[in-house]
């Protein structure tokens, strides 16, 4: 079955920097688009980022120029670098993968979760 599971979430302060991971099985990684949403308290789930099997990426107006998306397919595991950060980035970030392209995201695979919180 397939797993995803976050790591490298955290507390920084605005401006710093962060980056998740997102280790992923049970599913043919290098074919399927991978992608971070995240959630803030009393908002809907809203996607981050994504990027295609073949690596073209496509990101939230919010984020663009602050956060990069990147895949190792040896290791099936996706990134996300999330560089000068805003308290508005604070959410739970969610990975998702699965879907064979990212017009069909999200798939129905997520990961638990894992909280990032950019406060002084």
């Known amino acids: 079955q397939v797993q995803l599971v976050e790591s490298g979430g955290g507390l920084v302060q605005p401006g710093g920097s962060l980056r998740l991971s997102c280790a992923a099985s049970g599913m043919f990684f290098s074919s399927n688009a991978m992608g971070w949403y995240r959630q803030a308290p009393g908002k809907q789930r809203e996607l981050v980022a994504a990027?295609?099997?073949?690596?073209?990426?496509n990101y939230a107006d919010s984020v663009k120029g602050r956060f990069t998306i990147s895949r190792d397919n040896a290791k099936k595991t996706v990134y996300l670098q999330m560089n000068s950060l805003k308290p508005e980035d604070t959410a739970v970030y969610y990975c998702?993968?699965?879907?064979?392209?990212?017009?069909?995201?999200?798939?129905?695979?997520w990961g638990q979760g894992t909280q990032v919180t950019v406060s002084s």
């Open positions: 998702n993968g699965g879907a064979r392209s990212i017009a069909t995201m999200p798939s129905n695979y």
């Open positions: 990027i295609a099997s073949g690596g073209s990426t």
